[in-house]
């Protein structure tokens, strides 16, 4: 197995130039989007099928003036496919069409998956979109294609900021821990990583330093995190009783000699 | 409070269309396999209707399932592994969709046996239906599991859509062989179908306050309190009525076109309303 790779994106060096959803577009022939007006610097919208980044706006603009310390009015994030290490959208693909790569991050081959779109339905990021094109789901690939060259995906060879930073997982690791030691130093104590340990979905391989908490940038946190076979167990009982319940009622009902007291015939 | 950030999987009308005719096809053959044990020698009519439908509707739900696809000539990839190197077959019992494409094709093979067999006079033994209702049953009810095991909202706030989606097909079921049954005169059978029917509504009434409680301690259950979505939980409501009154007067419909509509309406609008409020 080749080296386990990932982005850690500091949404602290942010500045929001979509540089990175221009580099994965043109690397992957996505196709551009429609222009729109929306009530905010963001004209993407969200993670869809031809859409593989997608950098968030996040306004947090006092209605009324004031002083905003530490710049948190916009908090800017680049967001893509987090490669979970337990990956939902793996987890219920019926086709197996969601594989597990060389580098460890989630692929999903198109000539296997048939568009079912129960990845759609499990994915809590939002990550994954149908293509009425192709007639299958599409997400971030983490630049297979490129990682099998030996190039850094496109969306971190082309941020200015650093921001994206891709490599190494354990080398990322150690980068995360140093900057968010110093931001700490400079009294930013709100600053924390998300996905760099194993309480949400096992850990990401793109994993975040956050301004904020993770809701505020549409994240789910630890107690969020679940996996969707968490409901196995309690889905099978409610239905295993109804079935107990309604065999046993079917039969007191419907029994020879239970014909009841009248109808309304 | 639970907080969902995931996209709607876009699931709409064949979707609906397919949970309402699975619950149908199960119901009718485990009712009527019921009937053919417990019930009298005069029900063999109404027996034979419900091992009738079943395999209709399977084939029409097999075609809802397949049409839904992005790319329906993949369906078989539901069963067979083509990813390069893994050849085998697909089968995750931890995916409720994996194991309902097993068991909706299992279950097809039962109705088969059961559509032949209505139109024969040879009676196959009867532990082969019994075999075919554990698959008739999962069919009816493992739809709404499948609804849970995802992270949308609503769908994934609560464990009762299995035990709700299997009930309301008992009650859906049991008015569809009433009709039937009342059309065909069976005026015995209807009755017991009638009182079969109140209980199963009584149990899906159950589901359905365990549907919103467990929404309520989610925090999610305002989306179920959308104005829409009220008025057709209402409804839903409504059409258990002629169900719960006949359980309280003793009597023992549905045995007219009417209500048997009626119950059968509010089993599409219940998987109709659970599918559409959670992505709408």
Redesign the interface.
């Known amino acids: 197995m080749a080296e386990r790779v990932g982005f850690f994106t500091d949404t602290t060096v942010c500045i929001g130039c979509k540089a990175c959803e221009v580099a994965c577009k043109e690397w992957n022939g996505l196709a551009g989007d429609k222009a729109e007006f929306r009530d905010s610097f963001d004209n993407t919208g969200?993670m869809?099928a031809e859409n593989w980044r997608h950098v968030k706006f996040i306004d947090l603009v006092p209605e009324a003036p004031a002083v905003q310390p530490n710049g948190t009015a916009w908090l800017l994030m680049s967001d893509v496919c987090k490669h979970c290490t337990h990956a939902?959208c793996m987890?219920?693909?019926?086709?197996?069409?969601i594989?597990r790569t060389e580098y460890d991050t989630v692929f999903i081959?198109p000539?296997?998956?048939?568009?079912?779109?129960?990845c759609?339905?499990?994915?809590?990021?939002?990550a994954?979109?149908?293509?009425?094109t192709?007639?299958?789901?599409h997400k971030c690939s983490f630049c297979y294609d490129r990682l099998q060259n030996n190039l850094t995906p496109a969306c971190a060879k082309a941020c200015p900021t650093q921001s994206i930073q891709f490599g190494n997982l354990d080398d990322l690791y150690q980068k995360a821990d140093a900057r968010l030691a110093n931001l700490h130093a400079q009294g930013i104590n709100q600053a924390q990583l998300y996905g760099r340990d194993e309480s949400v979905y096992g850990g990401l391989h793109a994993f975040y330093l956050l301004a904020a908490e993770p809701?505020v940038y549409?994240?789910?946190?630890a107690a969020?995190a679940?996996l969707?076979?968490h409901?196995?167990t309690?889905?099978?009982?409610?239905?295993l009783?109804?079935?107990v319940?309604?065999?046993f009622?079917?039969?007191?009902?419907?029994?020879?000699?239970?014909?009841?007291?009248?109808?309304?015939? | 409070m639970a907080e969902h950030f995931a996209a709607p999987p876009n699931w709409q009308w064949f979707i609906v269309g397919y949970f309402f005719l699975a619950g149908l096809a199960g119901g009718s053959y485990v009712l009527a396999t019921i009937m053919r044990i417990f019930g009298a020698p005069s029900d063999a009519p109404v027996v034979r209707i419900g091992y009738f439908w079943p395999l209709p509707l399977v084939i029409v739900c097999a075609l809802f399932l397949t049409l839904d696809l992005g790319t329906p000539l993949r369906f078989w990839h539901m069963l067979i592994n083509t990813t390069p190197g893994e050849a085998g077959l697909n089968f995750k019992y931890w995916s409720p969709m994996s194991v309902g494409v097993w068991a909706l094709s299992i279950f097809g093979f039962f109705a088969l046996l059961a559509f032949i067999e209505s139109r024969g006079r040879a009676l196959l033994p009867i532990g082969i239906h019994v075999v075919g209702c554990v698959f008739a049953l999962y069919v009816m009810g493992y739809t709404g599991v499948l609804l849970s095991v995802s992270n949308q909202p609503v769908w994934s706030d609560t464990w009762a859509l299995g035990g709700l989606f299997l009930a309301s097909g008992f009650s859906g079921a049991a008015a569809l062989l009433a009709w039937l049954g009342y059309r065909g005169a069976q005026p015995q059978a209807v009755v017991r179908l009638g009182r079969a029917d109140a209980y199963f509504s009584v149990l899906e009434l159950l589901f359905i306050i365990a549907f919103f409680v467990t929404l309520g301690i989610a925090g999610t259950i305002g989306r179920e309190l959308a104005p829409l979505w009220l008025i057709l939980w209402i409804l839903v409501l409504v059409t258990l009525a002629p169900g719960l009154r006949a359980l309280y007067t003793r009597r023992t419909v549905p045995d007219s076109t009417t209500i048997a509509i009626a119950v059968l309406i509010g089993v599409f609008l219940m998987r109709f309303v659970v599918v559409f409020s959670a992505q709408y």
């Open positions: 969200q869809d939902s987890e219920v693909c019926p086709t197996n069409a594989v081959q000539d296997v998956c048939n568009g079912c779109r129960n759609i339905s499990a994915c809590p990021y939002s994954i979109g149908f293509s009425q192709t007639g299958v789901a809701e549409g994240l789910p946190n969020n679940k969707p076979r409901n196995n309690g889905g099978y009982l409610g239905m009783a109804a079935a319940i309604g065999v009622a079917g039969i007191a009902a419907l029994r020879n000699g239970t014909h009841g007291s009248g109808g309304e015939q």
